[in-house]
């Protein structure tokens, strides 16, 4: 069966760092292209960052600079390096698949995510 | 960016009734190399992650019941449940793909009348 699992998230303070990770089985993880996206509590959903197979990167404007989104594949596992945190970063992390039969250069709908490990930035 | 816009924020209707949801993207997301429209929508339940609805704006993700179904093209988009039944109850959103950033509609409540 297939799995995403999100691990990592915690509380932190503004301006400090946090690593999230997700751990992928029952799919060829390496072939895949891989997603975060996040929900602060109660709102909607927001595309974080994207790896291709080639570990190409994708980020919005809202988290470049400040986030890495990163691969392992002998580990088939997903990483997030949060750096500068602020407090508009406070959210539920998902990790998800992109679904290979729509990827346009690693822009994807995503048929496969995990439950998501939360995040918070408070002092 | 390509912003989506969703209508209503929610709506309430009764069991075995049609819902109908609407996503507008600010630029087309229609591809002219291939024809396809790069838009997805997506269904999520409380304390649930978001689960794939549709894709290339009309075809069902397996598993997904036939009464779910999407339709438009270029900047126009609708999800249309033909008879709703109590376990749609959900926040359902658009996506599009068409490039990065790829950014979701702000969401639509169903709930039962």
């Known amino acids: 069966e297939v799995h995403l699992v999100e691990s990592g998230g915690g509380l932190v303070q503004p301006g400090g760092s946090l690593r999230l990770s997700c751990a992928a089985s029952g799919f060829t993880f390496s072939s895949s292209d891989m997603h975060w996206v996040r929900q602060a509590t109660g709102k909607g959903l927001e595309w974080v960052s994207a790896i291709g197979t080639a570990g190409d990167t994708f980020y919005p404007d809202s988290v470049r600079g400040r986030f890495t989104i990163s691969r392992e594949n002998a580990k088939n596992s997903l990483y997030l390096q949060m750096n500068s945190l602020r407090a508009g970063d406070t959210a539920l992390y998902y990790c998800?698949?992109?679904?290979?039969?729509?990827?346009?250069?690693?822009?994807?709908?995503?048929?496969?995510w995990g439950h998501g490990t939360m995040v918070t930035v408070s002092s | 960016d390509i912003v989506m816009t969703q209508s209503p924020d929610s709506l309430a209707v009764s069991l075995g009734e049609r819902a109908t949801i609407n996503c507008k993207s600010s630029?087309?997301?229609?591809?002219?190399?291939?024809?396809?429209?790069?838009l997805a929508w997506y269904q999520q339940k409380p304390g649930q992650p978001p689960k794939l609805l549709i894709y290339?704006?009309?075809t069902r993700q397996s598993g997904v019941p036939d009464r779910f179904s999407g339709s438009g093209s270029g900047t126009d988009f609708t999800l249309t449940i033909s008879s709703l039944q109590a376990e749609d109850v959900a926040v359902y959103y658009c996506q599009h793909y068409f490039g990065t950033p790829l950014t979701f509609g702000g969401g639509t409540k169903v709930e039962i009348k």
């Open positions: 290339w704006a009309s």
């Open positions: 630029q087309s997301v229609l591809s002219s190399s291939n024809n396809k429209n790069y």
């Open positions: 998800a698949r992109g679904n290979i039969l729509t990827c346009n250069y690693t822009a994807c709908s995503f048929d496969i």
